[in-house]
Each structure stands twice: as structure tokens, then as C-alpha cells.
């Protein structure tokens, strides 16, 4: 892995979190003696054998799992054995500004989606017309890998997830669950009543920031935005970012939920365990199949672990369809045809939802006030985070954060159709060193539009549909479960995403001309994209065309296993997010969201985690305080 970077919006978290510029080899020295310097036994037990039988086995240690490890742990009687098919953290994942540098190593699983096929037309900007889509494969998961912002969804989002038949998903009853979470470090927010403190899971503002970032916020005033707390009362308006930060260093969840409890003697961590099958007994003739465990890889030895209980997948939103198809959990038809028996028929695997917008839209200014490689490659940088945790480093790079409206958008409620995050640099921003990589640019776009720019001081909004109506699928590539799956996001299947996001990128050239940024003499980028020139830049047909080139996810992956009533003949899992068709089986993760939320979905998928936990202490007879 390279040694190091100050850092932009990539991969949200749940998140964005593009990064750059390299620190010197003698600050990321310093950095790691102080990392390790602190007690090693701090860091969770991975344990060298598991035991024959437990509980309840956990399938992934992610946003979700890690959660749920804590809370179903804390039932004495109870044993839990959480499966990670990734390592642990290292001292490099926990300096925010370094998370650019995490992804296409050995803690990413490195998805890239499918070429699109027949008049589908996205990701055409990058090398073999296929994007990149990072998951974590850590402890922590993708909460190790984003640029941890902290962003709840709408009101709307949860509510009607209810009147779809979810009883008990409705925004009044999801809100206890993100305030149980949550230790709020920021006064202004913490005394109001949509925050908390005392959680596990730490909240705050960035230590440091540029000061394009509060011309961010007066931007979207002289807009006509509020500037408001986005995870309170309404959500449109613009905000600083709050972030999943702890002291200028990342709280992944592994963090927050793992490392306090873990010398509790009935939990087990087994890390580098990759799930291959959940084991599923069909039961016999009229009888309901019911897991009852999971082989797993570990060391290139094939275990068997079992369960009293249950199984509960927390993978995300690819890797847990993927292991109910191999397990004969999925879709009649596809597995059919792959040779695998089936055990319930289920749409697995459908509904896949991302949130998606135009990647590199940059504007260019004349103040050395941006977030740049050449500019925080100091040792002073480095001295400054690792004595004070202050500095650079400790941003993840999404210093602001809108959600607007455009002319399609509902104006009538509190529910935005798009959500802005604002970067203090962009592509050009590390010298070419690290973003395209991540990215998977071609050349010819980097060296057209970005190359030029080396030198000069950019900043980027992020443009997000945040209700995509198209919608894809993940399917099997064979019943191998090594064997990585097919991701097909089907983007811009709707024409009405590409016209939302349109309106977005007008909104974020309204944002440039204001007065707060034409203090710093901001105008747009106007080099025409590779792929566009034979449309006049600034139309409707050349945005839609650089939106199918420079196709941007910030890795929102949700839907693949869907929450719904019996009634629903999408439905994977039932409200209590039990698989329909297999007792003791559950998901919980963002596989279970029927329509993904507006915003980072790493915050929900954490709530996601604490109610489902205590549904599973209700529905083995625990009583549950709430």
C-alpha cells in the first residue's frame, strides 16, 4: 500500500471518500509508532479455533454485524461467533484522511460493476466501462473504507417504508435506535432532541477544515437554504459535515462496538473466515427447511461452525444475496440454471439501488485555499496530527453537505430529490496519483480534462440522485462462492434520473456563482469531456452525456434483499428481517432497505443493526428495554 494521503469524497458509509497527497515516509513513521504504541490487547481477540456450536453465527463484521456482535453478546447465556472474511484495522485506516489509500488494497473486496450491455450507456469514462464499487473486507467493513460521514436519511424514507407493510420501520420508531447509538460530541447538536450522547458511536465535526467550506454553507444561504442540522427536524438545507470521528481519528464500528466488549468471554471474533454457504436442512416432506450453520474458509481449511439459534447474514448488500443464492436461497429460475437446488424462491438478488450522480464536476479558483498534495506534504502536517490530532489528516475530505431540490422535487414536504457533498479538491488534487487509480479513469479523460490542472486550485460538488427509479440486480457467475457475482447497477434505465440529476448539476453552478464563492473568482471547469465534444457545453445533452461517461457512485449498494410483507412478492425478508421460507436464517444489513434512504446509508445500517438486535432478544424471549 502506498504510505499515505490527505483526502477527498470516495466512499461514503458508508460514504465518499476520494483521498490525496502524499505525507512524508517519516510523518507516516510516526504515525504508525503512535498507533502502535497504544496497548495492542485493546484491538479485538481474533481466536484461533471456534468452537462446534454456538448460538448464533454472524456472517460479516461490518456496520451492521459489529453491532449486532455487541448487543446479542450482552446476554450471558447467549455464545456469538462473528465470521470476518477481512482482517483487522491497521494504524493507516484510522487516519481519516488516508481512506483513499485503502481502496484496491487487501481490506477492499474490489468489486467492479458489469459492462452495461445493449442501449444502456454508463461508467463510459472508466477502463473497460466498468466502475469500481469498494466494499470493506475488514473489521469494520466499509465503515473502515468511507469518509465516514454521518447522515440519518428523511423522515419520509422510514415512514414509508412502514406504509409499504413494515410495521415498525416508521421514522417515530427508528429515531430511538439512531439516538442509542450515538455519543454526539458536538454541544450545539447534542442538546437537541434528535441527538444523544453517552453511545458508542462517536460524532463531531472535523478538527479541521479549508475555508471553502464555510463558503459552502453561506453559498446555500444566499440559495435560499438554511443552513440546519440535516439529521434533525428537516433535512433540506446545508450543513457542515459531522463525521464518525473520535479525537481527529476514524470510529469505525469496529471501534465503537467491538473493542470495548471484547473480552467478553461469549463472543468470539474469527477474522480472515470467509463464508462460503449457510447449511440449510430442508426438513423433509411439509416440513419449513431451517439453517442450522456455515461452512466457511479459514486458512484454506473448510470449516463447519452450527447454530443453536440462528444464522444471521450481514455481508452487504452484494455478498449476502451471493451467499443465499449458493445456499439454494434466490430466484427459481437462476439457479436452475446454474445446477443449484432450491430451497426457497425468492427474488435474492433484485431491487439493487445505489445512489449516483456526475463525477469531476470542478470549479477553479485563484486563492491557495484548497485541499492539495504539494500543500500538506509537510512534516509539520504529520507532527500536528500525531501531537495534538489536529491538522490536515484528520478531515475525510466531504467538508459540507446539501440536500436541494430540484424543479421535480415535491416542494410541499421536506424531501429533497439531491444531495450535494462538497470537497475542497478534486481529481487533479494529488497529482494523478492515487484518484484515477481509484477511480479507474481512462487516461485519455484524466490527461484532457484533469492533467492541466495539476497546478492549479480546484474545488468539486458531488451531485447525488438520492431516489434513483431505475434499479438493478446482483446474479451469480457460477455456484462457486468464491467466484465474485455479476453487479449490474442498470443506471439511467429511467430517463427521469438523468433529468433530476441535470437540475442537480445547475443547482451546484448556482453554488459557484455566489457571492461566497466569487470571492475566490470560482468559475466551472469547461474542458469538454472526452466522449461529449460533439455536444455545446452546458446543454442538457452534454450533461446527460458526461453523466453517462464520469458515472460517480459513492458506493450505496442497498435493496438486494428486500424488507416486505407476505403480501410482497419481492420479499426476501420479513419485517423482522427473517428470510421467508428458511427458519432461523435473518439478514440485516442494507440488503434489507425496500427503497434506499436519502443519504449515507452507513448511519441507518447501524440503526438497522440496534433494532434488529433487540428483535431477536424479543423473539427468544429477552426482554427488551426500550
Not at 467 to 495: C, M, T
Not at 509 to 529: E, G, H, I
Request: hydrophobic share 40%; proline share 8%.
Amino acid at each position: 500500500m502506498p504510505p499515505a494521503l490527505p483526502a477527498l469524497p470516495l466512499l461514503g458509509g458508508g460514504g465518499a471518500s476520494m483521498a490525496l497527497g502524499l505525507v512524508p515516509l517519516i510523518a507516516i513513521g510516526m504515525v504508525f509508532m503512535r498507533y502502535t504504541a497504544v496497548d495492542p490487547e485493546s484491538r479485538p481477540i481474533d481466536v484461533r479455533e471456534v468452537l462446534p456450536v454456538y448460538d448464533f453465527v454472524i456472517v460479516g463484521g461490518g456496520s451492521a454485524g459489529a453491532v449486532l456482535a455487541n448487543r446479542l453478546s450482552e446476554v450471558p447465556d447467549w455464545n456469538v461467533l462473528l465470521l470476518e472474511a477481512g482482517g483487522d484495522e491497521t494504524e493507516i485506516s484510522d487516519v481519516p484522511s488516508l481512506a483513499g489509500y485503502l481502496q484496491l488494497s487487501d481490506m477492499d473486496w474490489q468489486y467492479k460493476t458489469s459492462p452495461p450491455g445493449g442501449d444502456a450507456a454508463y461508467c463510459l469514462a472508466m477502463n473497460g466501462d466498468r466502475c469500481n464499487w469498494p466494499r470493506g473486507k475488514v473489521l469494520g467493513g466499509s465503515s473502515v473504507l468511507n469518509a465516514m460521514i454521518y447522515v440519518r436519511g428523511n423522515r419520509y424514507d422510514y415512514d414509508n417504508w412502514e406504509q409499504l407493510g413494515n410495521p415498525g420501520w416508521g421514522y417515530d420508531s427508528v429515531l430511538p435506535y439512531f439516538k442509542k447509538s450515538e455519543d454526539n460530541r458536538n454541544p450545539y447538536l447534542a442538546r437537541t432532541p434528535y441527538h444523544s450522547t453517552g453511545g458508542y458511536l462517536t460524532v463531531q465535526e472535523a478538527p479541521w477544515r479549508t475555508p471553502l467550506s464555510l463558503a459552502f454553507v453561506q453559498a446555500g444561504v444566499e440559495l435560499g437554504y438554511p443552513n440546519r442540522d440535516i439529521n434533525g427536524a428537516k433535512q433540506t438545507g446545508f450543513m457542515l459535515s459531522q463525521l464518525t470521528v473520535r479525537r481527529g481519528s476514524r470510529c469505525s464500528t469496529a471501534k465503537a462496538f467491538l473493542r470495548p466488549v471484547r473480552l467478553r468471554n461469549n463472543l468470539h471474533i474469527a477474522l480472515k473466515a470467509q463464508a462460503l454457504k449457510v447449511l440449510i436442512d430442508p426438513g423433509g416432506k411439509g416440513a419449513i427447511p431451517f439453517a442450522y450453520g456455515v461452512q466457511f474458509l479459514r486458512g484454506n481449511r473448510k470449516q463447519v461452525v452450527r447454530v443453536r439459534r440462528e444464522v444471521i447474514l450481514s455481508a452487504g448488500a452484494i455478498a449476502s444475496p451471493q451467499l443465499l443464492m449458493v445456499s439454494g436461497v434466490g430466484p427459481r429460475a437462476h439457479l436452475q440454471e446454474l445446477g443449484i437446488p432450491v430451497v426457497s424462491d425468492l427474488k435474492v438478488g433484485h431491487n439493487l439501488q445505489d445512489h449516483v450522480g456526475l463525477g469531476g464536476l470542478t470549479y477553479i479558483v485563484d486563492e491557495p485555499v484548497t485541499f492539495k498534495k504539494s500543500r500538506f506534504q509537510t512534516v509539520a502536517v504529520g507532527l500536528e496530527y500525531i501531537f495534538n490530532e489536529r491538522g490536515p489528516l484528520t478531515t475525510g475530505g466531504v467538508e459540507g453537505l446539501a440536500f436541494v431540490n430540484s424543479k421535480y422535487a415535491n416542494k410541499s414536504i421536506d424531501f429533497p430529490d439531491i444531495q450535494f457533498h462538497f470537497a475542497p479538491s478534486s481529481v487533479n488534487s494529488d497529482g494523478g496519483e492515487q484518484i484515477r487509480k481509484i477511480l479507474g479513469l481512462r487516461d485519455r479523460v484524466y490527461n484532457t480534462m484533469y492533467k492541466p490542472l495539476v497546478n492549479a486550485e480546484t474545488w468539486t460538488i458531488l451531485p447525488l440522485l438520492l431516489r434513483p427509479r431505475s434499479s438493478g440486480w446482483v446474479r451469480l457467475k457460477s455456484r462457486n462462492p468464491l467466484h465474485y457475482p455479476l453487479i449490474e447497477p442498470n443506471y439511467f434505465a429511467h430517463r427521469e434520473d438523468i433529468d433530476v440529476l441535470i437540475e442537480g448539476i445547475r443547482i451546484a453552478n448556482a453554488v459557484s456563482n455566489t457571492s461566497a464563492f466569487q470571492r475566490f473568482a470560482s468559475r466551472p471547469l469547461t474542458t469538454p469531456m472526452p466522449g461529449c465534444r460533439q455536444h455545446v457545453f452546458d446543454t442538457d445533452a452534454y450533461w446527460e452525456c458526461a453523466i453517462r461517461h464520469f458515472t460517480f457512485t459513492i458506493y450505496h449498494p442497498t435493496g438486494t434483499c428486500k424488507m416486505g410483507p407476505p403480501s410482497d412478492p419481492d420479499a426476501v425478508v420479513d419485517p423482522r428481517l427473517r428470510v421467508y421460507g428458511v427458519q432461523r436464517l435473518r439478514v440485516v444489513d442494507a440488503s434489507i432497505m425496500p427503497q434506499i434512504v436519502s443519504g449515507n446509508p452507513n448511519a441507518p445500517v447501524i440503526m438497522i443493526g440496534e433494532k434488529a438486535s433487540d428483535m431477536i432478544k424479543e423473539d427468544w424471549g429477552i426482554k427488551v428495554t426500550k
